[in-house]
């Protein structure tokens, strides 16, 4: 059964998930709302987003090296309290996500944070290529649209598929420790040192 936007919707009103994982959920469960509601109900996800609104003002500052001292990264993630901060759950993904800048070296945490002038060079370059093949126009805006989306999920970090599960995004990653831990959490921000790279 082909998912619609207005399945999703409905979804997305009953529960607060997220687009995409509405939209998983629904695909999951062959367009069973009941069911897709359990699916994301037993990932957290529900909850996870009803907390995404609330403050984080505490968390951590974290590091890794890698590669004989060749890569490093430094990374604050945040929660609403010090108590939670401590904990080995929240830890462990503070070292997962600065693995993960090690390995796929994002350059954005979101892509709200990517530069509009960014997207449009992004744009002109897609319009551009899937013109060359010749497609229509109505076709060249979709594929502009999926080529953008492809694009985000290389540099922007929530985006990535996670290095340690890549079925996921790094998003779901951090939801499932929301879920866990229940409070909000985010990534504030990050810088990724590479021994040799160019400065800006």
């Given at each position: 059964m082909a998912v619609t936007a207005a399945m999703v919707k409905d979804l997305r009103?009953?529960?607060g998930a997220g687009v995409m994982d509405c939209k998983e959920a629904l695909q999951e469960m062959g367009g069973d709302l009941e069911k897709a509601i359990d699916y994301l109900r037993k990932k957290g996800l529900s909850s996870a987003a009803r907390?995404?609104?609330r403050t984080t003002s505490e968390g951590l500052v974290g590091s890794y090296i890698h590669a004989g001292g060749r890569i490093g990264v430094l990374i604050e993630v945040n929660c609403e309290t010090d108590f939670v901060a401590r904990t080995e759950d929240f830890n462990q993904?503070?070292?997962?996500?600065?693995?993960?800048?090690?390995?796929?070296?994002?350059?954005?945490?979101?892509?709200?944070?990517?530069?509009p002038e960014v997207i449009q060079r992004e744009k002109e370059i897609y319009s551009a290529q899937a013109r060359d093949t010749g497609k229509p126009e109505k076709v060249v805006d979709r594929i502009v649209s999926g080529k953008l989306d492809k694009f985000f999920s290389e540099?922007?970090?929530?985006?990535?598929?996670?290095?340690k599960d890549p079925d996921?995004?790094?998003?779901?990653?951090?939801?499932?420790a929301i879920a866990k831990l229940g409070e909000n959490i985010t990534v504030r921000?990050?810088?990724?040192?590479?021994?040799?790279?160019?400065?800006?």
């Open positions: 009103d009953k529960t907390k995404s609104g993904l503070v070292k997962d996500l600065t693995m993960q800048v090690a390995a796929a070296n994002p350059l954005y945490v979101t892509r709200e944070e990517v530069l540099v922007c970090l929530l985006e990535q598929p996670f290095v996921i995004p790094v998003e779901l990653r951090i939801k499932q921000r990050f810088i990724r040192y590479q021994v040799g790279e160019e400065l800006s």
